[in-house]
């Protein structure tokens, strides 16, 4: 029998499969999703009483475990994961149909914010044969690219009408 360790009321309508675990002290788990409001919650637990310093991250004011990442866009996709060699935690990345936005939640602050012209549609984080550090892989609506922890863009492949695909890999 399964046994609830705690309730969680939202007050926000949560966009489906824009849902992920972040660890963004690099310990313990964060449940973070993208609301239809253009925000991403983030339910921390683990700080109770603690108020962020504003700059994108906010408290909610209904829910002291919650804060708030206002992104002024519509997410349509978003995940966490390492993205740095040298981070504490977790990157958490949020695409819309214009940018992408890789960001710190333990320290509050962008990564870095790019514009994708293809839009973000899918984004995943990985490493590619041939790139030693991990990238976040961006799908768009004919093309992915790939941004590593400093927002270079270190590969894109794109689909065209004469060939189903033309990669690109860039060595810096």
């Known amino acids: 029998m399964l046994v609830p360790i705690f309730t969680l009321k939202l007050n926000h309508k949560i966009n489906p499969r824009m849902v992920t675990e972040l660890k963004f002290d690099g310990v313990h788990p964060r449940l ?13 637990p683990h700080a109770r009483g603690q108020r962020p310093v504003v700059q994108r991250l906010s408290q909610s004011a209904q829910d002291s475990d919650m804060s708030l990442l206002n992104i002024n866009q519509a997410v349509t ?12 935690g977790d990157t958490l990345l949020v695409g819309s149909q214009t940018i992408l936005l890789a960001y710190d939640v333990h320290d509050n602050a962008d990564i870095f914010y790019r514009e994708v012209a293809d839009g973000a549609n899918a984004i995943v984080l990985g490493k590619l ?31 065209t009408a004469r060939s189903p695909f033309h990669y690109h890999h860039s060595q810096k």
């Open 129 to 159: 044969r041939g790139i030693p550090n991990p990238l976040a892989i961006i799908g768009g609506n004919c093309a992915l690219q790939g941004f590593d922890y400093a927002g270079n863009d270190h590969f894109w492949t794109v689909r």
């Open 32 to 44: 973070t999703a993208a609301t239809q409001a253009g925000k991403v919650f983030i339910h921390n």
């Open 77 to 88: 996709c978003l995940t966490a994961g390492t993205l740095g060699p040298n981070t504490t």
